[in-house]
């Protein structure tokens, strides 16, 4: 499907929904000095053509603008004639969007994120254990145990992407690249916000949890 064959409407709708979720974001302070990425889908999907818009990079991304988003290719490349630079780490968006076929991607820093993934790094997982809102994955086993997948972290952002490849499961709708922040995604907004929510709750929660054990 070529850009310009996809609906007007289509576009404007993802461009208001990305706005709105922003917004929220940045009033909860989750994009802190400028960090995190937002895209959504737009059009149909197949693995080696799809487009979605971006937050364009290195923005102050609590303030609303005209040029906050732009719309790219499955290899990221600007689909229309822009000044403006999409995300740096557009290449993970492109990448997830491949391996998943979803909707939206949602990727922000926290200290809980941050502290997470350089406490469990070497195990390269995040051990999650009977916590309620691992159902905010659709993950309805008693007691049910999930690891969410830690990979390395590169100034150079092409070079995260093969283990993001590699360690991808389809059970767990996120990845978390160490000392820099967790990337959630789902069909569409509503869930890939779900899913970066729970994220932060359960990070927070084994980052207490292990304090909790040293002491006790
Ligand atoms: C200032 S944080 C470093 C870059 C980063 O990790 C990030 O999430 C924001 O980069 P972008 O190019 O999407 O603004
Ligand atoms: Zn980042």
Known sequence: MNFADIALEEKQRVLRELSSVKADFAARGMFAGTS???SMRVGEFQPDSFHF???ASGKDKSLSTPEDFLFVDQSGKPCETTRLKPSAETVIHCEIYRLTGCG??????SVFNNLVSEYFGDRKSVPVDGVELIKAFNIWDEEAHIDVPIVSNFADVPRIVPE????LESRIPGILLRKHGIYAWGRDGFEAKRHLEA???LFEYAYRWELLKAIR
């Open 36 to 38: 995190g990425n937002l």
């Open 53 to 55: 818009a971006i937050t």
């Open 104 to 109: 939206a991607i949602y990727h922000t820093h």
């Open 164 to 167: 993001i490849t590699d360690r």
């Open 199 to 201: 994220f932060e709750f």
